[in-house]
């Protein structure tokens, strides 16, 4: 009976209290996420596909003189680090904060849908025009935008493409948790440049970073595939990412969390 009551008197009241405050701080700002009105979404999703192109732009450069995707992987850690310093953001970094915040209800699950929608397209059109810029102001570039845009558009649909696009999801979502668990900006960006290395570097089938690499290669022309195939990667791609994304690191996750996010659930019946 005393060890009992012993055991009662020590169990933590929050047994984890730095995983609910940084599931406070996602929930907050998963909530204004959802709640953005249409041109301030669609301008984030756009410079989003931007801030990524300029990482293509470094990782093209880097590949060219070196061939070594590693090391041009190292350099596109820039487009990563644009993203956070300037508040855009990627469809894929949209796995975890919103979802949680819908979670929690705060919001509902069409908001989420549309926020989705217009990230990827708002992403995709920046990524584009980023493309047709890099290779129209370094014609000297178009040889290995083809081959690194094609790497991508040939993996096809099978096992190894799809094993590679979880890991994407899983790998960009990671990072957004990481990020949301400090305020310290220095640690923050320093996961950026780590996971944006990792993602480019490791050549993981991501749908807007991906995409972003075929566009430069159909815009560079010569291009053993079409605009048909880029479709077929970037939905097969797309699938993959929300798996690894919301299934491997934003669900598994929130069991950690039950007691505030079974409290936010009640308040917001």
Request: proline content about 4%.
């Given at each position: 009976m005393r060890e009992e009551r012993r055991h009662r008197v020590a169990t933590p009241t929050r047994p984890e209290p730095e995983l609910e405050e940084a599931?406070?701080?996602?929930?907050?700002?998963?909530?204004?996420?959802?709640?953005?009105?249409?041109?301030?979404?669609?301008?984030?999703?756009?410079l989003g596909g931007v801030d990524v192109g300029t990482g293509v732009l470094a990782y093209l450069l880097v590949d060219q003189v070196t061939g070594e995707p590693l090391l041009a992987g190292a350099a596109f850690g820039i487009g990563f680090a644009a993203l956070l310093l300037a508040r855009s953001e990627l469809f894929t970094e949209n796995f975890l904060v919103p979802v949680t915040a819908v979670a929690a209800r705060h919001g509902r699950f069409r908001a989420l849908v549309r926020l989705w929608s217009v990230a990827?397209?708002?992403?995709?059109?920046?990524?584009?025009?980023?493309?047709?810029?890099i290779t129209?102001?370094?014609?000297?570039?178009?040889?290995?935008?083809?081959?690194?845009?094609?790497?991508?558009?040939?993996?096809?649909?099978?096992l190894r493409s799809f094993a590679l696009a979880v890991l994407a999801g899983m790998v960009i979502t990671l990072m957004t948790r990481m990020q949301h668990a400090t305020e310290n900006l220095g640690i923050r960006l320093v996961a950026a440049l780590l996971?944006?290395?990792?993602?480019?570097?490791?050549?993981?089938?991501?749908?807007?970073?991906?995409?972003?690499?075929?566009?430069?290669?159909?815009?560079?022309?010569?291009?053993?595939?079409?605009?048909?195939?880029?479709l077929g990667a970037l939905v097969w791609s797309a699938f993959g990412n929300i798996l690894g994304g919301v299934g491997l690191v934003a669900f598994l996750r929130m069991p950690r969390v039950w007691h505030p996010l079974a409290q936010e659930r009640a308040r917001h019946r």
């Open positions: 599931f406070g701080r996602i929930v907050e700002e998963g909530t204004v996420r959802l709640a953005r009105p249409w041109p301030s979404l669609i301008v984030t999703a756009l990827l397209a708002g992403n995709l059109l920046g990524g584009w025009l980023v493309a047709w810029l129209s102001g370094y014609p000297e570039l178009r040889d290995t935008a083809i081959s690194t845009g094609a790497h991508y558009a040939q993996l096809g649909v099978n996971f944006g290395a990792l993602l480019a570097g490791g050549q993981l089938f991501h749908s807007v970073l991906d995409s972003t690499f075929m566009f430069a290669a159909l815009t560079a022309g010569d291009a053993p595939f079409g605009y048909r195939d880029w």
